[in-house]
């Protein structure tokens, strides 16, 4: 049994949960002035690598559970929508005071699968920032920036309870059209959501923050097969 009908595996979800919320919080007090993509990314993979090697540790048939990263610690930042874990020779400039930076990770128990991303602004001082990202002394955003801002953190809200058995994935992407519009803001079509099985990232299952338009479909857009949720 691999679904969460199992104690053991509801069990798993939520230890390795607990892995990515302590390493995000971690990297969220660590995004200051001068740090280093590269260190941020080095320092998210020590954390979950070392949780997770304190669980499990009794082997079965003489081999130890299977556990770690999951995904990559990613450091993305401003125009960088996501998925950039730099090599050492692909380092950027450090952060600077006012650059928005995206931090997305997993770690996985047994090949089941934890994920989280956050955004911040970084702060203008070494004082670490709340969970909203700003300090004392970070001054007000754009007004494009907290509207995009405010829009993701809703269409998370939204899209979440939009997905309940038997809705399908164009009814997540018309709920996440609505926030974009209300907001004034352009979801980012490349940008997907998942199904997720053991050991499984990418399920056949997706969903699409937005519709294709015609121009971008003769780009190479693909516009999704529809699916149901179960």
Do not use: W
Not at 42 to 64: I, N, P, R, W
Not at 104 to 116: M, P, T
Not at 155 to 165: C, D, E, P, R
Not at 200 to 224: H, Q
Request: glycine share 6%; proline share 6%.
């Amino acid at each position: 049994v691999t679904d969460l009908s199992s104690s053991d595996v509801c069990t798993k979800y939520q230890e390795a949960s607990k892995i990515v919320n302590l390493t995000l919080e971690g990297l969220v007090s660590q995004c200051v002035v001068g740090a280093k993509i590269i260190d941020l990314c080095q320092f998210g993979t020590t954390v979950m690598e070392s949780q997770a090697a304190k669980l499990y540790t009794k082997k079965v048939d003489g081999q130890l559970m299977d556990r770690g990263v999951s995904f990559p610690v990613c450091i993305s930042v401003n125009d960088v929508v996501c998925n950039h874990s730099p090599l050492s020779s692909e380092e950027l400039e450090p952060l600077k005071a006012g650059d928005v930076v995206k931090i997305d990770l997993g770690c996985h128990l047994d090949g089941y699968i934890a994920v989280a991303a956050h955004t911040i602004v970084v702060p203008n001082n070494d004082q670490p920032p709340d969970e909203g990202g700003a300090t004392s002394s970070t001054p007000d955003p754009p007004q494009e920036l907290s509207n995009v801002a405010v829009a993701a953190y809703n269409a998370m809200l939204v899209a979440a309870h939009s997905i309940q058995a038997g809705k399908t994935n164009a009814d997540v992407t018309k709920a996440v059209e609505r926030v974009a519009n209300h907001y004034d803001v352009k979801p980012i079509s490349s940008v997907r959501m998942h199904q997720m099985k053991r050991y499984v990232l990418d399920g056949v299952k997706e969903v699409a923050l937005k519709e294709p338009t015609p121009d971008e479909m003769e780009l190479g857009e693909e516009k999704l097969p529809d699916c149901t949720f179960e």
